[in-house]
């Protein structure tokens, strides 16, 4: 694990994004962790947020048009991660979000902000399935732009429809590169190293043991 990596994992359980117990997901695994994106709910929590991804799409993301932030907690992450990589980086990014339901009246349609054009770099919180990614993606294609890559916070590192991950799969299925600041692995081994989490650690290698790919 990286410096980066454990301090992203640090990060995330000081502010509570990132906690432990019994959580229901969206494809209705009982989980004993949640990485709750919404809890970066200061200026400074989600602007630190914003390096964090800044620095993970400056070292390792394709290059790339526009930004988009799928909704909804994928569009804080978007317009924290613009604002820091023209802070911080020197690259004036343009980037959007989509609503969830179109509109119709005022400037209508689902995607607010830079048009897609070009090549376009998903940014949102956790891929678990791969589902709410998939979801995106004919938006991308139906404003005639192209998926450049997928960058997340946390891989969760389930097994997809099969015996790969949902990630592997994702990347395989959509011929992009998918980059996470960290996986479950990264937070199985900063449990092991903090040495304080004993009872969540093992309710976290169940889980893996029973879900990872
Ligand atoms: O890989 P998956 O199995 O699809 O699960 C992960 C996604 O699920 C959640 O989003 P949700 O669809 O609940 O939308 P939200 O951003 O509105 O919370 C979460 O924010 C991830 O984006
Ligand atoms: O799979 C999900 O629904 C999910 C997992 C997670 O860790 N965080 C989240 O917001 N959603």
Do not use: C
């Not at 902000?113 to 399935?129: E, K, M, N």
């Not at 960058?151 to 949902?166: H, M, Y």
């Amino acid at each position: 694990m990286h410096d980066y990596q454990r301090a992203f994992v640090e990060f995330a359980i000081g502010h509570d994004v990132l906690r432990f117990g019994s959580f229901t997901l969206k494809s209705g695994r009982t989980s004993p962790y949640f990485f709750n994106a919404g809890g970066f709910d200061t200026g400074a929590r989600l602007a630190g947020l914003g390096r964090f991804y800044a620095a993970a799409i400056t070292e390792r993301a394709p290059a790339f048009d526009v930004l988009l932030g799928p909704a909804y907690k994928g569009i804080p992450i978007a317009a924290a991660t613009a604002v820091q990589l023209a802070e911080a980086h020197d690259r004036d990014v343009p980037w959007s979000f989509n609503r969830k339901e179109a509109k119709d009246h005022g400037e209508g349609g689902v995607v607010v902000g830079a048009p897609l054009r070009g090549r376009v770099l998903l940014v949102d919180d956790v891929i678990t399935s791969g589902k709410a990614i998939r979801e995106v993606v004919p938006i991308v294609e139906d404003a005639g732009a192209e998926l450049a890559g997928i960058v997340v916070a946390v891989d969760r590192q389930e097994r997809g429809t099969g015996e790969l991950s949902a990630v592997d799969e994702v990347r395989r299925d959509l011929g992009v590169p998918v980059e996470a600041i960290v996986t479950f692995d990264h937070v199985i081994e900063y449990l092991e190293e903090s040495g304080r989490h004993d009872e969540h650690l093992q309710a976290a290698r169940a889980y893996r043991d029973q879900y990872g790919a």
